[in-house]
C-alpha cells in the first residue's frame, strides 16, 4: 500500500534518483519490499488476492504507480532503464503471485482430501434396533409355558358377529352380561348383513375353534379385545387377552384347578398359592374367579415398609382373571355332545398381569408408547 513515504508517488527527479546505477538501486528495494511482503503470507486465496491488487491492481497498484510517476516522466537518458527494471520487477512478481496462488490451491486441496478421506477403522453408526413391547414378552412367557403342558395357540377374527361374540357363548341378546360388555359396532354399508361388532373378550374363539376341531382340544388364544371403558389406571378401550379351553372326554375340576395353580407358579413365582371364589359367566359352569396370594406383601397383607398392603388393601389376595367348567350349553351350538365332554376355560387379561408382575400401575403407557418406558423391558 502506497504510504506518505512511498517513492512510487513521486517523480525519479523528486526523490533526486538521476543515473542509471541509483535506478537499478532503487527497483531492487521495491523487489525486496514485494518480497518481504509475499514472505509473510499464508498461501491462500485471500492473501493472493490482497498482493495481486496491491502490486498489479490497475487503478493503485505498485506498478501503475511506477509507470505513472518514474517511467513516463522519466528523463530520455533514463527511460531505456527504468523501463526494462520494471518489466523485470513486473515478471518477477507476476511469476511468484502464480506460486501462491497454486499453493494455496494445493493447500486447500489437501484440507478438503483430508477431510474427505474415508476412515475405514471407525466404528460403523450402530442402528438400534427394537425389542418386543412388554405385552408382546408377556404373551410369550404366558405362551411358553401353557406349550409346555400341550396346549397350543390359535388366533381369530377380532371384528365378530353378534352371534359369536354373545349368543353361542350362551349370552342371549336380553341377557343382561351384555351391558358389561358394552362395545363398538361398526358402521356397516346399506343392504350388507349385520350387526357387525369388535370383539368384547377372546371368548368366541372357543365357538370357532370347536366347530372346527373334534376333541380333544387344548388352545390358548392370544388377542386384542374392546370395551367402550373411559380411559383410567385400569381401564382402556382396547387390551389383551388369552383366552385357554381344554375339551377331552374327562376333563374334571381338578384338572383345571391344577392346570391353573400350574399357570401361576410359573408366572409369578413357586412361593405363590391360589384360591378361587365362586363367579358367573353364562359359558361356564361353575365359573369362578381366580387369586393369587399377593405378589407384593407376599399374601401377608402388611406392606414390607409396615402398614397395610395398598396393592392388595390388606387382603393379601389379588383378583386374578375368571374361569370355569364349560358350560353344557355352549357344547350345544357347536355339536359336541354334553354326556361325552366336558372342559374349562378362562380368560386371562394380559395388561393387568403384566402390570402386576413388573409393578406397573398404570395401564395407559402400555399405549403411549413412550421410549423412556419402552426401553425398560429390553
Ligand atoms: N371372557 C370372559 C371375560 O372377558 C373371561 C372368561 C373366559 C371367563 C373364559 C370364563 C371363561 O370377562
Given at each position: 500500500m502506497p504510504t506518505v513515504d512511498n517513492p512510487t508517488e513521486k517523480t525519479l527527479s523528486a526523490i533526486g534518483?538521476?543515473?542509471?546505477?541509483?535506478?537499478?538501486?532503487?527497483?531492487?528495494?521495491?523487489?525486496?519490499?514485494?518480497?518481504q511482503q509475499l514472505a509473510a503470507k499464508v498461501?491462500?486465496?485471500?492473501?493472493?488476492?490482497?498482493?495481486?491488487?496491491?502490486?498489479?491492481?490497475?487503478?493503485?497498484?505498485?506498478?501503475?504507480?511506477?509507470?505513472?510517476?518514474?517511467?513516463?516522466?522519466?528523463?530520455?537518458?533514463l527511460k531505456p532503464i527504468v523501463g526494462q527494471s520494471l518489466n523485470e520487477l513486473k515478471r518477477h512478481i507476476e511469476s511468484s503471485l502464480e506460486s501462491l496462488r497454486v499453493a494455496g490451491e494445493k493447500s486447500f486441496e489437501g484440507v478438503a482430501a483430508a477431510r474427505e478421506k474415508i476412515d475405514l477403522s471407525l466404528p460403523g453408526v450402530i442402528r438400534s434396533i427394537g425389542t418386543h413391547h412388554l405385552i408382546r414378552q408377556?404373551?410369550?412367557?404366558?405362551e411358553d409355558i401353557f406349550f409346555s403342558i400341550g396346549f397350543s395357540v390359535v388366533e381369530g377374527p377380532e371384528i365378530e358377529t353378534p352371534y359369536y361374540?354373545?349368543?353361542?357363548?350362551?349370552?342371549?341378546?336380553?341377557?343382561?352380561?351384555?351391558?358389561?360388555?358394552?362395545?363398538?359396532?361398526?358402521?356397516?354399508?346399506?343392504?350388507?348383513?349385520?350387526?357387525?361388532?369388535?370383539?368384547?373378550?377372546?371368548?368366541?374363539?372357543?365357538?370357532?375353534?370347536?366347530e372346527k376341531r373334534q376333541p380333544p382340544v387344548r388352545v390358548i388364544v392370544p388377542g386384542k379385545v374392546y370395551r367402550r371403558d373411559n380411559p383410567d389406571a385400569t381401564h382402556s378401550f382396547m387390551f389383551h387377552q388369552i383366552e385357554g379351553l381344554a375339551v377331552d372326554a374327562d376333563i374334571t375340576f381338578c384338572d383345571f384347578t391344577g392346570t391353573i395353580d400350574y399357570f401361576v407358579k410359573q408366572f409369578f413365582g413357586e412361593g405363590v398359592k391360589t384360591r378361587f371364589r365362586p363367579s358367573y359367566f353364562p359359558f361356564t359352569e361353575p365359573s369362578v374367579e381366580f387369586d393369587a396370594s399377593c405378589v407384593f406383601c407376599g399374601g401377608s397383607g402388611t406392606a414390607k415398609t409396615g402398614g397395610t398392603c395398598g396393592k392388595c388393601k390388606g387382603s393379601g389376595w389379588i383378583e386374578l382373571f375368571g374361569a370355569g367348567m364349560v358350560d353344557p350349553a355352549v357344547y350345544g351350538f357347536v355339536n359336541y355332545d354334553p354326556k361325552k365332554v366336558s372342559g374349562f376355560a378362562f380368560g386371562?387379561?394380559?395388561?393387568r398381569l403384566a402390570m402386576l408382575k413388573y409393578g406397573i400401575d398404570d395401564i395407559q403407557v402400555f399405549f403411549q408408547n413412550d421410549v423412556r418406558f419402552l426401553k425398560q423391558f429390553p
Open positions: 534518483i538521476n543515473d542509471p546505477i541509483a535506478v537499478a538501486e532503487l527497483f531492487a528495494r521495491e523487489r525486496l519490499r514485494y518480497d498461501p491462500d486465496e485471500a492473501n493472493y488476492t490482497l498482493m495481486k491488487n496491491a502490486w498489479l491492481g490497475r487503478k493503485s497498484g505498485v506498478l501503475t504507480l511506477i509507470t505513472e510517476n518514474w517511467l513516463k516522466p522519466a528523463p530520455p537518458a408377556v404373551f410369550q412367557e404366558i361374540n354373545f349368543e353361542a357363548l350362551n349370552i342371549p341378546e336380553h341377557h343382561p352380561v351384555r351391558d358389561d360388555m358394552d362395545t363398538f359396532y361398526m358402521e356397516l354399508p346399506k343392504g350388507a348383513p349385520g350387526p357387525l361388532l369388535l370383539r368384547t373378550h377372546t371368548s368366541p374363539v372357543q365357538i370357532h375353534t370347536m386371562i387379561g394380559i395388561d
